[in-house]
């Protein structure tokens, strides 16, 4: 589940044929709450103690402020990521790779068959740019929207500080293999990444490697359990090797997949430890059609056709491995890549 860079991307697509909105707006403190409220198109955000409050042209909607918060910190994290992000099974983006639509109820058959759905489009910059506004306004002191709930604080009550470094976090791109000289390095104490709780029986031992001379810089080892180990986020995919568009995204799972993720291309799992419950439902309509279960040693694939949220009673390891082409979306929007890797 690794993150395109945009600038790097082709042609943007406009399936809505939707014109580009460039109205935001970063409001004054709530005088109550402490809180401000933002503006991006039409879309108007505010929170109070305990919500986070949307209004549109058709409506209004509300979420719990933890729910908004984690998601939106993975929207930003990943800069608004591969395909969907349902928040809930009413808002979300999706990404465009340059530009991404922002909707209520366009995943949601419901909202859509009572004319309640809305979609607008932005600059994928100029967004995120409101977004980074917000997930620092609305996080408090103390408050870590990546982190496990019983590893943070609260999210709850009025205005309250600030956590830039949590929110701030820079996520890990090795460009070709975490450990590799010049590269992203092994996490460790001194580096700021102790053992997670849940891993203190993960061995820390680091493979021993003797590279030929003059091949130093080509060959390298790490031992991957004990990164993930030591990782201090949950359901935060790094990108920790790279061959051409093949992304290794290894991850520590806690409690619940914070968004529904609407994939835009395959998407392969690859269960390294415990346990984690995937419900998978339609991409387009959010009907369910399946709960799969998968333990130590299981790999699944999720399709290009669906969305999944993922739960983990105990943190576990996940290997997600990604097809980076920027040409995929595209294909399978024109039906000319399959939704599936193999048909039975």
Known sequence: MAMLDSATEHTIANPNNLPLETDFALNPADNQTGYRS??????????????????????????????????????????????????????????????????????????????????????????????????????????????????????????????????????????????????TPVRTDENGFPVNRMFSDVPQDEPVVEAEPGFEHEVGGFNLFAYLSRSDVTWNPSVCSVVRESLFCPTSEEFILPVEHGNDRVEWFVQLSDEITWQVKDKDTGRPRANVRCKAGDVSCMPADIRHQGFSSKRSMLLVWENGSPKIPDLVRKGEAPVVPVTF
């Open 38 to 183: 933002f503006k991006a198109g039409s879309f108007e955000f505010r929170r109070d103690e305990y919500f986070a409050h949307i209004t549109y042209p058709k409506g209004s909607h509300m979420l719990p402020a933890d729910v908004f918060l984690r998601a939106l910190m993975r929207d930003v994290a990943w800069g608004f990521f591969y395909g969907t992000v349902n928040f809930d099974p009413v808002f979300g983006t999706t990404n465009y790779y340059g530009e991404v639509e922002m909707f209520v109820g366009s995943t949601n058959e419901a909202y859509r068959a009572a004319g309640r759905d809305h979609i607008e489009r932005f600059k994928s910059d100029e967004l995120m740019r409101i977004f980074k506004e917000m997930i620092g306004d609305w996080t408090n002191d103390g408050y870590d929207p990546f982190a496990a709930p019983m590893e943070t604080g609260e999210p709850w009550g009025s205005k309250n500080g600030n956590n830039d470094d949590a929110v701030g976090r820079k996520r890990v791109t090795a460009k070709r293999m975490v450990s590799l000289p010049g590269d």
